[in-house]
């Protein structure tokens, strides 16, 4: 099974910062990942796929990076709606998730 | 606007036997493979299953397996998923999901329900 590691598990920041989650995969996944924003209470929104792929009407603020084992979302000049749980999510492999990164304000 | 709904959780004992439904509207359900995940109170994302879009290809996660069954009906764009000898690590919100490629099976996962949510309690 792949094992993905998210860091930081937490993130505090204020608004117009930019901010970078990194997500290490155990074995390599090539570009196979994605990033999923989840709420409280609702349902996780996928905004990038294969590492660095904006989905459809997602903000341009969001991008992605990386490959093989190494990856990264960066979100640039965080607004009040960024605020949220992130997931790494492979699917070189069936599918794992990586433990979230909660994204707080300071 | 395409939409999964999904139905069947509730509060079950130990030991028993449950049945979720989803059922989807707003796109071709029948081009596209499904998947459960599954998200426990506080905790982060669980892939549970997947079945590629003619039932081909299924999956387990290893935590499920020889306990879970998926399936799928095109017919009335549906997607199930038998739950089997439930402990209280299955307890979680279940939520059915679309894959985002036409006639894939393991990829980005574009289209979430609200999920369904399993309560295991003696």
């Known amino acids: 099974d792949i094992q993905l590691t998210q860091s930081p598990s937490t993130l505090s920041a204020s608004m117009g910062d930019t901010v970078t989650i990194t997500c290490r995969a155990s074995?390599?996944?090539?570009?196979?990942l994605a990033w999923y924003q989840q709420k409280p209470g609702k349902a996780p929104k996928l905004l990038i796929y294969?590492?660095?792929t904006l989905e459809s009407g997602v903000p341009s603020r969001f991008s992605g990076s990386g490959s093989g084992t190494e990856f990264a979302l960066t979100i640039t000049s965080l607004q009040p709606d960024d605020f949220a749980t992130y997931y790494c999510?492979?699917?070189?492999?069936?599918?794992?998730f990586g433990q979230g990164t909660k994204l707080e304000i300071k | 606007e395409a939409q999964l709904v999904e139905s069947g959780g509730g509060l079950v004992q130990p030991g028993r036997s449950l049945g979720l439904s989803c059922v989807a509207s707003?796109?071709?359900?029948?081009?596209?493979?499904m998947h459960w995940v599954r998200q426990a109170p506080g905790k982060g994302l669980e892939w549970v299953s997947g079945?590629?879009?003619?039932?081909?290809?299924?999956d387990y996660a290893e935590s499920v397996k020889g306990r879970f069954t998926i399936s799928r009906d095109n017919a009335k764009k549906a997607l199930y998923l038998e739950m089997n000898s439930l402990t209280t690590e299955d307890m979680a919100l279940y939520y059915c999901?679309?894959?985002?490629?036409?006639?894939?099976?393991?990829?980005?996962?574009?289209?979430w329900g609200q999920g369904t949510m399993v309560t295991v309690s003696s």
């Open positions: 079945i590629s879009w003619k039932s081909g290809t299924i």
């Open positions: 707003g796109f071709t359900f029948e081009d596209y493979a």
């Open positions: 294969q590492a660095s």
């Open positions: 999901v679309k894959d985002g490629r036409v006639r894939g099976f393991s990829n980005a996962l574009d289209l």
């Open positions: 999510h492979q699917y070189q492999s069936l599918s794992s």
């Open positions: 074995q390599t996944v090539y570009t196979w």
